[in-house]
């Protein structure tokens, strides 16, 4: 704790007395699935730093301590082991199926990921570099998210309009939860005690109480959502069709206001320090930065060809 | 004639028996995407007028008719293809924005063998372009026709692309005809 407050402390003096912002912040590392490469986005400088060849259709992402960064490529069928800060792939772990969502356990020992037409969840030992165990999960998996305490595992099981609730441990499914039609990314909050779905078919966002294992209730986003991010009690939906994000509220589940953005916004985050929601438009290829506080767009950034993001792609750079 | 345009307009392919695993919404793993645009010797809104009326495809050279209800109004209007050969395409408008001179809609219903797609999605805009001409943007978003893993070749990514991007060539030249031919 005192770490993060020392590193807020030193960012906040960093860009404001000293005036060195770009140096200290942040990076987004984007998926470019349709130009094969993944962008380095530099948050401060707000432009590509690095890019980084990664084969196969790179399309999600997952980002657990920020030293690594895990990539799916839809066509190559593997997953991509990039050291963020040397921007070198060094492992490359083949899966038996089309991979898509992708989650990284928060202690560093396994990731998640899903095999789209199988359909199953694969666990990934990663010192071993390899597939040690795989579940049944419902259709076309998507989205994979994982609590913050890395107990539960949540997949997006789109065209079993549900979600699939999974104890991490013994990596047994516990539960399923029915939501809207068809939902496609999946994102716990920070207690994790709900889930989001974004109903990519019948534009709402389900929100689900991973305990109970029940559905609170849902919310009426723009057209065709695909994925959300939470700020600052509201919960922000990339609506592809509508090219908007959709901002509602967490507490009482109703919208706040939509916000207009690129073409296909798809991945979407917030910042470590809860201020700023980076918006990843797949047709326009630009990440968009909006302040999650004013709800302004502050920042358009141009990166490679058909920026996916599907997952968590932030990390800090101290 | 009718079948020379039909030809140029559809892919035609001798198709093998395809084991689809699922209908629906079910599509390939990455989609693809394209942007064709032509500048057109017209004012801009002389050429949206042009391409107004969602029900109206006349002018995509090898459809035949066009049938439908609801106006322009998003998410209730649907419109029905039919092309030269017979075979017909089912679409729906779910953004349409008369200041901005454009719209947007979504195949519902296509045959992969009269287009090789999934879940495509597009938006055709007029915009003012130098010295009071425009210039025509018509953008797709879709997979490929083939839905699972590996393939064929005629329902690849590459088919794909080719068949919408010749599509779309094929109505922005004759636009540009529609109105440069008098000239």
Redesign the interface.
């Known amino acids: 704790m005192i770490g993060a407050q020392a590193k807020a402390c030193f960012t906040w003096l960093c860009a404001v007395v000293l005036g060195c912002g770009p140096a200290v912040g942040a990076e987004a590392f984007i998926t470019d699935q349709s130009g094969d490469e993944v962008s380095v986005l530099d948050l401060g400088l707000k432009h590509v730093v690095a890019r980084i060849p990664v084969s196969g259709k790179p399309a999600g992402i997952a980002m657990a301590d920020g030293r690594t960064a895990y990539v799916t490529s839809t066509e190559g069928k593997h997953v991509s082991v990039i050291d963020t800060a040397s921007r070198k792939i060094v492992a490359q772990i083949a899966i038996p199926d089309t991979p898509l969502g992708i989650a990284a356990d928060p202690a560093g020992g396994f990731i998640y990921v899903a095999g789209f037409y199988q359909p199953r969840l694969y666990k990934i030992d990663l010192k071993a570099g390899a597939i040690v165990a795989s579940i049944e999960v419902g259709a076309s998996p998507s989205g994979v998210a994982l609590t913050p305490d890395g107990t539960l595992i949540v997949t997006a099981d789109r065209d079993d309009d549900q979600i699939s609730i999974i104890d991490a441990k013994t990596f047994t499914r516990k539960g399923t939860v029915k939501v809207g039609a068809h939902p496609f990314g999946v994102t716990v909050d920070p207690r994790g005690e709900r889930a989001y779905a974004a109903n990519v078919e019948s534009n709402t966002i389900s929100v689900v109480d991973l305990k109970a294992e029940t559905l609170l209730g849902s919310v009426a986003t723009g057209k065709r959502p695909y994925a959300v991010a939470l700020a600052k009690g509201r919960g922000f939906s990339t609506d592809q069709y509508g090219g908007t994000v959709s901002v509602f509220d967490l507490a009482t589940l109703k919208p706040v206001k939509r916000i207009s953005v690129g073409d296909y916004p798809e991945g979407i985050e917030t910042s470590a320090d809860g201020n700023s929601v980076y918006v990843v438009n797949w047709f326009s290829n630009e990440v968009w930065a909006i302040d999650a506080e004013t709800l302004a767009v502050t920042a358009k950034m141009p990166v490679g060809d058909g920026p996916r993001a599907f997952g968590t792609f932030l990390r800090e750079t101290l | 004639m009718a079948g020379r345009i039909e030809k140029s307009l559809l892919i035609v392919i001798a198709f093998a028996a395809l084991a689809l695993?699922?209908a629906?919404?079910?599509h390939g793993?990455?989609?693809?995407?394209i942007t064709e645009t032509i500048e057109i010797d017209a004012p801009p809104a002389k050429v949206w007028a042009a391409i107004v009326d969602f029900h109206d495809m006349s002018w995509l050279p090898g459809v035949a008719k066009t049938t439908g209800e609801g106006g322009n109004e998003p998410d209730v209007a649907t419109r029905q293809l039919t092309l030269d050969g017979g075979a017909t395409i089912d679409e729906s408008l779910?953004?349409y924005d008369a200041g901005a001179m454009s719209y947007?809609y979504?195949i519902d219903k296509v045959d992969v063998k009269v287009l090789p797609v999934n879940n495509y999605?597009s938006t055709i805009t007029v915009l003012p372009a130098e010295g009071g001409k425009s210039t025509v943007e018509w953008?797709g978003?879709f997979y490929r026709g083939y839905p699972?893993?590996d393939p064929p070749p005629e329902l690849n990514d590459d088919a794909a692309i080719k068949a919408v991007t010749a599509l779309y060539r094929k109505g922005l030249d004759n636009l540009k005809k529609k109105f440069e031919a008098s000239k």
Do not use: D, E, I, L
């Not at chain 2, 793993?29 to 995407?33: A, T, V």
């Open positions: 695993p699922q629906g919404w079910a793993p990455s989609r693809q995407k779910y953004k947007s979504r999605s953008r978003a699972n893993n």
